[in-house]
């Protein structure tokens, strides 16, 4: 379908009003909108990576063709897929907060529930009674009138690009909702827009895409946060907005590193609107990429405003190799491929990252950055221990979050009996005990693990935080041990140590092997 394609109206619209028109390709209808006042990604459930088939809008002339209300379904489709336990929710998930100074914000008392994880990214929600509930992990709110199941995901607006036509443009993220429709009666879209500035001159409708056509369809009402719309019948649908004037978003910046066996450091920088849909579309991105990434843990959500079109650039203290160093913002919803900047250091060191406007000089962003954020982290609850080593391999590899990398090092042989197997000990426990050695960490790596001075000069000499320098003393001592840096191997070098914490944590250790 080309850009110029139009998308109808619904049916439930055009009786509303006798005026009401099919939307044309480039002049849409809105006048009965509620105003003011009153790289590649694929899907989950309909987006899964076994690329189940989407409902697609038919054409008729290179044209969506209209649609009516589709029937309400007396039972919810099942979707495959094995039940995960809550608490171990995949990160692209976890809502982004944003607090901004221009927005009204509404402090309406919903009832805060947290949903299952399903495989792929799919949610189920259990109600047990009329009431409106605001789903934790996506900030989806439901209206119900009686006990339901509700199971829904997030997807891809790259995938419905062509059927979001000028002027409208992507108010939030694109979910798809399934339970019986009778039990829903309104939902509530997050939207990632600032409502401060033009909120007067906007105007909301909801994109609902039906297996026989496209609709913009109205909503009820919006707020600093949602888009309400009142439930016809149940696939994909998202928030749509049309403005007279620049349209402002809440932004986020989302940070990854490369993991290589290169002292240098390579990170990548995208700088998105905070829209769930846009976020998830980045993980997949940097999942699917040749390279492995993690994610680096830093305060997200921008401190200014961002609009299309406005030029920001990124700033690193001390000096590193970015490209690009200038960005004119777009929000990339809508695009397959996800842009976004490397920042290159041929040395490592902890470092500023600072996104600042080009027309005010203002910054909109900035994080500090420390050798223990890439530390990487070795450990899965949710790697089941049974089975043989070759199973437990594939199970680690295909249940691994975007931001957890496993380190290959962390089981090797040991060939003297050709059977027994040793655990070493990982960068996240030599961390954890770093923190728990006190002053004389020193004497310790001297006395107790027997290091020369000179490894502790050239430690010193990087004038580094004091517990990376424990860490780093560590890391000595397991790289002299090699396949011996045990944890009972370092438990009787500093068994004598005269520390509680010290002591309970290599105990901890010792209980992990």
């Given at each position: 379908m080309s850009r110029g394609a139009g998308v109808a109206e619904s049916s439930d619209d055009r009786s509303a009003s006798s005026e009401e028109k099919d939307c044309p390709s480039h002049n849409l209808d809105t006048s009965k909108d509620s105003k003011s006042g009153d790289d590649s990604s694929s899907e989950s459930s309909l987006e899964s990576e076994s690329d189940n088939e989407e409902p697609k809008p038919e054409k008729s002339n290179g044209e969506l063709r209209e649609s009516s209300t589709e029937e309400a379904s007396n039972q919810v489709e099942e979707w495959e897929g094995k039940e995960l336990p809550t608490d171990h929710f995949n990160s692209e998930f976890n809502e982004i907060q944003s607090h901004c100074e221009h927005c009204n914000a509404e402090n309406k008392h919903n009832e805060l529930v947290t949903p299952r994880l399903l495989s792929r990214g799919q949610f189920l929600l259990k109600v047990d009674?009329?009431?409106?509930?605001?789903?934790?992990?996506?900030?989806?709110?439901?209206?119900?009138?009686?006990?339901?199941?509700?199971?829904?995901?997030?997807?891809?607006?790259?995938?419905?690009?062509?059927?979001?036509?000028?002027?409208?443009?992507?108010?939030?993220?694109?979910?798809?909702?399934?339970?019986?429709?009778?039990?829903?009666?309104?939902?509530?879209?997050?939207?990632?827009?600032?409502?401060?500035?033009?909120?007067?001159?906007?105007?909301?409708?909801?994109?609902h895409v039906k297996s026989t056509g496209a609709l913009l369809e109205y909503t009820v009402d919006h707020s600093a946060t949602h888009v309400k719309w009142h439930v016809s019948s149940l696939s994909p649908v998202g928030p749509v907005i049309q403005s007279e004037e620049t349209v402002f978003h809440h932004g986020a910046v989302i940070l990854y590193k490369a993991i290589d066996h290169n002292p240098s450091l390579s990170f990548r920088v995208y700088i998105a609107t905070n829209n769930e849909s846009f976020i998830k579309d980045i993980s997949k991105s940097v999942k699917h990429s040749s390279k492995k990434f993690m994610k680096i843990d830093k305060p997200p959500v921008c401190q200014k405003l961002l609009q299309n079109g406005k030029k920001y650039r990124l700033i690193s203290e001390p000096e590193a190799e970015i490209t690009p160093e200038e960005i004119e913002f777009v929000d990339g919803s809508l695009l397959k491929l996800k842009s976004y900047s490397e920042v290159y250091l041929e040395q490592p060191a902890e470092f500023k990252l600072l996104l600042v406007e080009m027309d005010?000089?203002?910054?909109?962003?900035?994080?500090?950055?420390?050798?223990?954020?890439?530390?990487?982290?070795?450990?899965?609850?949710?790697?089941?221990?049974?089975?043989?080593?070759?199973?437990?391999?594939?199970?680690?590899?295909?249940?691994?979050?975007?931001?957890?990398?496993?380190?290959?090092?962390?089981?090797?042989?040991?060939?003297?009996?050709?059977?027994?197997?040793?655990?070493?000990?990982?960068?996240?426990?030599?961390?954890?005990?770093?923190?728990?050695?006190?002053?004389?960490?020193?004497?310790?790596?001297?006395?107790?693990?027997?290091?020369?001075?000179?490894?502790?000069?050239?430690?010193?000499?990087?004038?580094?935080?004091?517990?990376?320098?424990?860490?780093?003393?560590?890391?000595?001592?397991q790289e002299k041990e090699q396949s011996n840096a045990t944890a009972q191997n370092l438990w009787n070098c500093l068994k004598n140590v005269n520390s509680v914490e010290v002591q309970d944590v290599l105990k901890g250790f010792l209980q992990e092997t």
């Open positions: 009674t009329e009431g409106t509930y605001q789903c934790t992990e996506t900030g989806l709110i439901f209206e119900v009138n009686r006990k339901v199941d509700i199971k829904y995901c997030v997807l891809s607006w790259s995938k419905y690009a062509d059927l979001v036509v000028k002027p409208w443009v992507v108010g939030g993220p694109l979910f798809d909702v399934k339970c019986d429709p009778t039990c829903l009666t309104s939902i509530h879209f997050p939207h990632s827009l600032c409502l401060g500035h033009c909120d007067a001159n906007m105007m909301f409708k909801v994109l005010s000089e203002e910054i909109v962003w900035k994080a500090k950055l420390r050798e223990c954020d890439w530390v990487q982290h070795d450990q899965n609850p949710n790697v089941s221990k049974s089975g043989t080593s070759g199973n437990r391999r594939r199970k680690m590899s295909s249940s691994l979050p975007d931001e957890v990398v496993y380190d290959k090092r962390m089981k090797q042989i040991d060939t003297s009996d050709g059977v027994k197997t040793k655990t070493l000990l990982t960068d996240t426990q030599l961390i954890n005990l770093a923190e728990k050695l006190g002053k004389e960490w020193v004497k310790i790596a001297i006395a107790n693990l027997k290091l020369k001075i000179s490894d502790i000069d050239a430690i010193l000499e990087k004038k580094e935080d004091v517990t990376i320098n424990k860490f780093r003393m560590l890391k000595k001592w």
